[in-house]
């Protein structure tokens, strides 16, 4: 089982671009899809993006076209791409592994997006 550790979150002002990238440790990284969910104050968790095993990419609308998922294997690492923020942005953005029907999640880093 994957553990999953994400990093970059900031506080951005609206219009500019962040990225987050997130760490995975233990086997088999290559064969789990991989994705980002996000989770604002007061709503449910939402996806954002998820990258496949093998690099097929889906996108919420509400990102399409502004968010790039990317993952790179060697490294067992996943990046999200985030540009043209806006504060509808702001949440705490999670790093997710599925495999065989099991999740495993990150601790979530927090993206704040200013007016």
């Known amino acids: 089982q994957v553990q999953l550790v994400e990093s970059g979150g900031d506080l951005v002002q609206a219009g500019g671009s962040l990225t987050l990238s997130c760490a995975a440790s233990?086997?088999?990284?290559?064969?789990?899809?991989m994705g980002w969910y996000r989770q604002a104050p007061g709503k449910q968790r939402e996806l954002v993006a998820t990258?496949?095993?093998?690099?097929?990419?889906n996108y919420a609308s509400a990102v399409k076209d502004r968010f790039t998922i990317s993952r790179n294997n060697a490294k067992r690492m996943t990046y999200l791409q985030m540009n043209s923020l806006n504060p509808e942005d702001t949440a705490v953005y999670y790093c997710?592994?599925?495999?065989?029907?099991?999740?495993?999640w990150g601790q979530g880093t927090q993206v704040t997006v200013s007016s």
């Open positions: 233990g086997n088999f990284f290559s064969l789990y899809a």
């Open positions: 990258i496949t095993s093998s690099f097929s990419t």
């Open positions: 997710n592994a599925k495999l065989n029907g099991r999740d495993t």
